[in-house]
């Protein structure tokens, strides 16, 4: 079996700053970038001053009272908030110089995004999308073998009760749905499995169930069904691929450990920053899954 311990960090860590308190980032973001060795939480902002201080003392990191001082105190920013206000305060940190680690989606709409992918571009900083599914050493396997097979079609499942209570039921979430929750996941998924979707359609309440049909370039079609309100034991994040000569691909991240993924994201996210040369999955790649979302949505509606 292949030795996939890392290398050592060869830099000085990542000083980041975190924008958020509430579950994800006490839960995800704030652990995953205290733990180092290639990033170390420096400060976190949240709208609740109480939030902030329990979220940031347990890893010797500083609750500061306006978002200006975390500015100060780092080098780059990880957001756990809304999708519409991650998009003004992370283009706000990008004017400030400083690189971002995103949620998605990236901003509640396309020109939201867009305008955050503008001024990334202007300011010339780093960006990093946390489509969590792709750092887990599975799914790049998985994306890995599909490359090397011939695929006509796929069919992909993104369910969760979610939306049903608990933390998760978030406003944003319960008034756009799954489309925009889960959809980024799935479509990133089948888009750099089968190639670049080039047709969407979409039909259903994404606040309840909606099914997604997507044409790739390369001439597959994949299908999605997605909903965040569905009485599922444990959440479901499933893709298929067929082909010809294929019996079938699968990624199945039922039985995986999800805690595989964070060591790979802060290593990937710390590397970004120290050469300037962000991976694929920066906010670039967040817009063009927003550009297919809002299609989806679009024909949903419609």
Known sequence: MADTTPSPWPHSPVKVGLVGAGPWARGVHAPVLAAGPETELTAVWARRPEAARETAEPYGAVAVPRFEELLDLCEAVAFAVPPDVQADLAGRAAKAGKALLLEKPIGLDVPSARGLVDAIDEAGVVSQVVLTNRYHPAAQEFLRAARDIEVSGARAAGLSGAFLG????????????????????????????????????????????????????SGAVSQASLSGSVAVEHGIM????????????????????????????????????????????????????????????ADAAG
Do not use: K, N
């Open 166 to 217: 608990g933390d998760f039921a978030t406003p944003w979430r319960l008034e756009h749905g799954a489309l925009l929750d889960i959809g980024p996941h799935i479509l990133d998924m089948l888009d750099a499995a089968l190639g670049p979707v080039v047709r969407i359609r979409g039909t259903g309440d994404p606040r309840r169930w909606v099914e997604l049909t997507c044409e790739h370039e």
């Open 238 to 297: 499933r893709v298929e691929l067929f082909g010809p000569r294929s019996p079938g691909l699968v990624y199945d991240s039922a039985d995986l450990d999800h805690d595989a993924c964070w060591p790979v994201l802060r290593r990937a996210f710390a590397g970004a920053v120290r050469t300037g040369v962000p991976g694929e999955l920066d906010a670039r790649r967040g817009l063009h899954l927003q550009e297919l979302i809002a299609r989806a949505a």
